[in-house]
Structure formats: structure tokens, C-alpha cells
């Protein structure tokens, strides 16, 4: 995701929270005086830390709101490091408290938003730590922690690490949550999104279908997880060659996603991309241009002309068009490896 431009709506908080945004790295409380955090907090001093990261956490929360991404991510961060000394004082062989896991998933979820993956990594490992050594490997916020962990490491393009993360999350959630809860389904099929782009075709397969069966039996047939996962199936049957079987289930996606998204949707147009390369090799060439040309309208009117989706829309409509013309001679080759959407923000609301 690109960092937001200036959030529309209302203005942006004065001093949210009374707390200053600070300009050295350090920790303030609603005073605004300087904190240490450094051992020796007495209980009621403790108690009082984690109010003001409290205070802290609430106003990042109302900054993501207001759009407001790179001064919220500030305050995630200074609410972090507030849970962290007062939770040290408290017991840390206790689980950190709930709203201490909350801030570090927020600052984690904020740098992705603002394309940080690196800092959103560390902020990740560094709750997985806490939770392994107070909460165990096979606890349900573990199996959350390894999901968005898997999430950030694919974002960084370390597909044999995301892979870990995703396969972890997975077992993890097999075992606390079962086969009846949507975020086991959300594990099988990023893993299965993985493992398609490291070209393990057979296991990409095998996860997405897994996955379907679980979002039709918890989500319902007709929810854009179900028609995400079902495009994703085709997407592998299409590379597969097998050509029946995915033009079959890119119909079924097209058909949810209309339901679900819409025809102006970007989900949508990407199935219709899709199905109209699929058609091409297939040789229905006049029904691959129909499809190419739909495509092609959705761009133009989300994005205009200039857009990069809209041009590679339209070179693959006029290629297609060239070949109905010519009866089939000429035109693009074919693409070994179709448009396949991954859910990105949208999707990640699973933990």
C-alpha cells in the first residue's frame, strides 16, 4: 500500500490525547513531562504507566480512523514501549496484557500501511516473543501473531520465511480454533498463495481447496472469500493446463464476484482478465475479446486511460481483437501465468 495522501473530512486533531508528538524518540506522559523506563516502578507507578498507554493506544486508534496513518503510527509506538516497562514491573511471566498485544499488532499493521515492512517485521517478532514465552507456541494470539507475520514477510518478498509463518499459523489455528473458523481457512489459503508464487503448484492447489471448503462452510457460498478463493483455484488449474476444469471455476469466481464486489470492482476485472486469456488459448476467441473488452471498461472508468491496468487492458484487447480479425493468426502469446489477486488489506482483516 502507498502511504495515504491528506485524509479528507474532518481536521486532524490538534494535540490528541494531550500528548506531544515528540521530536527525540522519547516517551512522554499526559503531562507531557519526559518518562524513564527504566526499572524501579513502584505498583501504583506501573498502574499509572499503563493508563497513559492506554490514553496512547486510543489515540492512535482515533488517528488510523481519521486516515491520519503516519501520526498514528507514533503513537502505537510510544504506547508499545510504555506497555513494555510497565508490564516488565508487573510480572513477565505473565501474558502481556491484551491491550499491549493490540498496540504492537497496531504499530505492526500501521508501518504495513505506510510500506515499512521491515519496522512492521520487528514489531511482530517482538510480540511472537512475548507470546511464545508467556502464552506457548499452540495459543490462538500466537497462531494471530505468525498470520500477520507471514503477511509482512510475503510483502518483503521473503516467501520461504512467509511460508514458515503461514504454515506455523496454520497448525496453530488446526489446533486452538479447528476447521470451523474462517481465520484457519484465511492460513490454508495464504499459504496456498505462497506456494503458487514459489511455483508449487500442487500444494497451492491442495491449500486453496481447503480453504474454499472451509470459507462455504463458515463465511457462506456467496462472500468475496469464497470467490477469492475459488479465482485462485482456476488460477492454478490454468497454469496446470487444465484448461476445463479452470474455465469452469474462473465462471463460478466471475459469477461471486458480481454478487459480492460488483462489475466496477478491481477484484472483478481481474477474474474477467483472466477468463479472457483462459478463452484465448481455449480458441474462443470472440468470447475472449467480449471479456477483454469489459476488462478494458472497468479500467478506463476506475482508473482512466494512463493508468498501467488500463494500457495493459487495452494491449491485450486490441491483440485480441487483431486475431478475430485475422481468424486466429498473430496476436499476443499465450501468458503462462495469468493475473491471480491476492487479497491484500481487505483480506488481512482475518487475524
Known amino acids: 500500500h502507498r502511504p495515504p495522501g491528506p485524509p479528507p473530512g474532518p481536521p486532524p486533531l490538534a494535540n490528541p490525547g494531550g500528548f506531544p508528538v515528540p521530536q527525540d524518540g522519547g516517551i512522554y506522559d499526559a503531562r507531557g513531562d519526559r518518562m524513564s523506563t527504566e526499572s524501579g516502578f513502584s505498583v501504583s507507578a506501573s498502574n499509572k504507566l499503563v493508563s497513559d498507554a492506554d490514553t496512547l493506544l486510543e489515540t ?19 504506547s508499545v514501549a510504555i506497555y513494555k516497562a510497565a508490564w516488565k514491573q508487573q510480572n ?14 497496531l504499530a505492526a499493521e500501521l508501518f504495513m500501511r505506510l510500506n515499512r515492512p521491515q519496522d512492521a517485521e520487528k514489531y511482530c517478532k517482538s510480540l511472537l516473543r512475548l507470546q511464545r514465552r508467556s502464552l506457548g507456541d499452540g495459543h490462538a494470539a500466537t497462531g494471530e501473531s505468525l498470520f500477520m507475520l507471514g503477511r509482512i514477510q510475503r510483502k518483503m518478498g521473503k516467501l520461504e520465511s512467509a511460508g514458515r509463518a503461514f504454515g506455523d499459523s496454520l497448525r496453530v489455528r488446526l489446533h486452538a480454533l479447528g476447521q470451523e473458523d474462517s481465520r484457519t481457512g484465511s492460513s490454508f489459503y495464504y499459504l496456498g498463495v505462497v506456494f503458487e508464487e514459489q511455483g508449487r503448484l500442487d500444494e497451492a492447489l491442495h491449500n486453496f481447496v481447503e480453504a474454499l471448503k472451509i470459507f462455504r462452510q463458515t463465511v457462506g457460498p456467496e462472500h468475496r472469500d469464497t470467490a477469492e478463493a475459488l479465482n485462485n483455484i482456476a488460477s492454478v488449474l490454468y497454469r496446470q493446463g487444465n484448461l476445463e476444469k479452470a474455465k469452469s471455476a474462473y465462471e463460478r469466481a466471475l459469477d461471486l464476484k458480481l454478487a459480492v464486489y460488483g462489475e466496477e470492482h478491481g477484484s472483478t476485472a481481474d477474474t474477467l482478465y483472466n477468463l479472457s486469456m483462459l478463452l484465448r488459448d481455449m480458441g474462443q476467441l470472440n468470447d475472449a475479446a467480449g471479456y477483454a473488452q469489459r476488462t478494458y471498461d472497468i479500467s478506463f472508468r476506475n482508473h482512466g486511460v494512463d493508468h498501467p491496468r ?42
Open 60 to 78: 492512535a486508534l482515533e488517528l488510523l480512523r481519521r486516515k491520519e496513518v503516519e501520526r498514528a503510527v507514533v503513537f502505537a509506538e510510544q
Open 310 to 351: 488500463t494500457a495493459d487492458a487495452k494491449e491485450h484487447l486490441d491483440a485480441l481483437q487483431a486475431q478475430v480479425k485475422t481468424g486466429g493468426k498473430g496476436g499476443a502469446a499465450a501468458d503462462p501465468k495469468p493475473k491471480s489477486p491476492k487479497r491484500g488489506s481487505s483480506f488481512s482483516r482475518k487475524k
Open 92 to 105: 513477565p511471566q505473565e501474558p502481556p496484557p491484551e491491550r499491549a498485544s493490540a498496540a504492537f499488532s
